[in-house]
């Protein structure tokens, strides 16, 4: 079972820190649905600092989601260190995890996410600085390289390790790649076969069946998944019971989707008040209808209102619709 440092997960699967999407209230509805484990999204060192009032929100953790890894990125030691000693002193999180994989430019423009990807010698260094003055479990998430000529994911885990890091997520793309193309999920038995820390691999994990391969194939201790489950916590719970039983369990029907959909709004509004919550629920909102007939329609309907009560009424109204269509193809 996938143990990080003294912190055990009932199962693998591992939801990962989605940027502007993992807030409390998508990551309750996330370990309800079964993921052993679940991350926030990151957080900037020098906003913990300077005290942003938005970010400091961010570090917020509801005792039902636990265990949970709390990430922080940062290109400067001290500040990383101090951020951290933060998220060790004053948060309820598990894990704090380091991000080493964020492809956006305005990250890696300021030495942090995946530009640490081309110096094992930083990552030993700042891994070891966080993890010399926190008590919790320290670990990295990173991409397999910058580019395709420099690929370090072997050199830059075993910098970890060396550092005391107590887990890495490897996701098997490039920063250069961002989003696109295959991961390669070699490199992650690679990075396996390198360290007796725990690997969890991440990357092109689209289905359940796909999680097992991944864990089959590499070796890997934990199964990451992320774009997969936007809109799509069922993902995390079947890919929990495949693993667990062999069994797939049935995709959710449209009502059951809405249903939950409304659960993750009114979890926003509590997080965030109406007005911010269904301007922010707008893209999960896409991502819960998305493939059904019919949905660019109820997704521009959905993008011009303000209100809770006229988004669920649209939705619901939606959901009539549609099984209306299907009680007459029976």
């Known amino acids: 079972m996938l143990k990080i440092g003294d912190v ?3 199962n693998p699967v591992v939801l990962a820190p989605m940027a502007g999407v993992c807030n409390p209230a998508f990551r309750l509805i996330a370990k309800e649905f079964g993921a052993g484990l679940v991350c ?3 957080v900037s060192d020098k906003a913990i600092l ?4 938005k970010s400091l929100k961010m570090l917020f953790v509801d005792e039902r ?9 940062g290109g400067d030691k001290k500040t990383l260190v101090e951020a951290a000693k933060v998220v060790d002193e004053q948060t309820n999180a ?3 995890d380091i991000n080493m994989g964020c492809p956006v430019p305005k990250i890696t423009k300021c030495d942090a996410g995946a530009k640490w990807l081309l110096d094992p010698d930083k990552i030993y260094e700042m891994v070891a600085a966080v993890v010399d003055v926190v008590k919790k479990p320290v670990t990295v998430k990173m991409r397999m390289g910058w580019d395709e000529q420099h690929i370090y994911a072997v050199r830059n885990a075993q910098a970890v390790e060396r550092a005391g890091g107590k887990a890495v997520a490897v996701h098997g793309r490039t ?7 295959t991961a390669d999920w070699d490199i992650i038995r690679q990075v396996k076969e390198a360290v007796n820390i725990p690997v969890i691999g991440n990357g092109d994990v689209k289905t359940p069946q796909d ?3 991944l864990l089959e194939t590499t070796g890997a201790d934990g199964v990451m998944i992320g774009r997969a489950a936007l809109g799509n916590p069922w993902m995390l719970y079947r890919t929990v019971q495949f693993l667990e039983t062999g069994e797939l369990a049935p995709e959710p029907v449209l009502r059951e989707k809405i249903d939950v959909c409304i659960l993750h709004l009114d979890r926003l ?3 965030k008040g109406e007005n911010v919550a269904v301007r922010e629920m707008r893209k999960h909102v896409a991502w819960y209808i998305k493939g059904i007939k019919g949905a660019s329609k109820i997704k521009d309907q959905v993008n011009q209102f303000d209100s809770r009560n006229v988004i669920k009424e649209v939705l619901y109204s939606f959901v009539e619709e549609i099984e209306a269509l299907e009680l007459v193809a029976k």
């Open 50 to 53: 300077y005290k942003n009032e």
């Open 8 to 10: 055990a997960m009932k």
């Open 269 to 271: 509004i509590d997080l």
């Open 40 to 42: 926030a999204e990151m």
């Open 94 to 96: 598990d894990i704090i």
């Open 65 to 73: 989601e636990k265990p949970l890894s709390l990430q922080i990125f």
């Open 211 to 213: 999680a097992k391969r």
């Open 175 to 181: 920063r250069v790649q961002m989003y696109e193309g």
